[in-house]
T-cell receptor, first 114, second 113 residues
Framework: DTEVTQTPKHLVMGMTNKKSLKCEQH?????MYWYKQKAKKPPELMFV?????LSINESVPSRFSPECPNSSLLNLHLHALQPEDSALYLC?????WGSGNTIYFGEGSWLTVV | GESVGLHLPTLSVQEGDNSIINCAYS??????FIWYKQESGKGPQFIID?????DKRQGQRVTVLLNKTVKHLSLQIAATQPGDSAVYFC????????????FGTGTSLTVIP
């Protein structure tokens, strides 16, 4: 079982809604990630936090806003999304941001934008 | 991102046979590789990893082979079981770029009982 916990498991939201995805890990990891995965496609990196600071933003639209309140928590705030943003959103963590740290994934949050 | 592709998008094997899933990568600077298994409706699960200073690594029923000369990675699953049915992704990381991984397109493995 994964030690990266994501909530909610499923989320349906309208295009004018504001919602958040939450992620928590208790492995003492200092790097946390958001990935987006469309059906039958590989995960695509969105954001990386290292030591609670945003290290990587892969040119993600501003309607996705990440937040790392502390080393164990990672949020993804959603606002004014489009139907094409419907996907599986995966949170992951690794011990550090340094080279060669294994990334462990949560089970994901299934997002449907209507 | 870099191109990390797989030769076969789907693979069907008989239960008990060995499975081989291949992955080609294009970045010769990649120094760390991970194989993930993703079952339907779940997140990717770590299977095995290998660093570029190795050419083979074995786990429980799985072996990863790395051929840096031709930039090829393979995952071998011994005595494949129905529970092995899933999509398998290889992921690569370029040296000196932090921990930024790029995923291949995935291979769907179906085990026939």
């Amino acid at each position: 079982d994964t030690e990266v916990t994501q909530t909610p498991k499923h989320l349906v939201m309208g295009m004018t809604n504001k919602k958040s995805l939450k992620c928590e890990q208790h492995m003492g990891h200092r790097a946390m990630y958001w990935y987006k995965q469309k059906a039958k496609k590989p995960p695509e990196l969105m954001f990386v936090y290292s030591y609670e600071k945003l290290s990587i933003n892969e040119s993600v639209p501003s309607r996705f806003s990440p937040e790392c309140p502390n080393s164990s928590l990672l949020n993804l705030h959603l606002h004014a999304l489009q139907p094409e943003d419907s996907a599986l959103y995966l949170c992951a963590s690794s011990q550090g941001w340094g080279s060669g740290n294994t990334i462990y994934f949560g089970e994901g949050s299934w997002l449907t934008v209507v | 991102g870099e191109s990390v592709g797989l030769h076969l998008p789907t693979l069907s094997v008989q239960e008990g046979d060995n499975s081989i899933i291949n992955c080609a990568y294009s970045n010769s600077a990649s120094d760390y590789f991970i194989w993930y298994k993703q079952e339907s409706g779940k997140g990717p699960q770590f299977i095995i990893d290998i660093r570029s200073n190795m050419d083979k690594r074995q786990g429980q029923r799985v072996t990863v082979l790395l051929n840096k000369t031709v930039k090829h990675l393979s995952l071998q699953i011994a005595a494949t079981q129905p529970g092995d049915s899933a999509v398998y992704f290889c992921a690569e990381k370029e040296a000196n770029t932090g921990n930024q991984f790029y995923f291949g397109t995935g291979t769907s493995l179906t085990v026939i009982p």
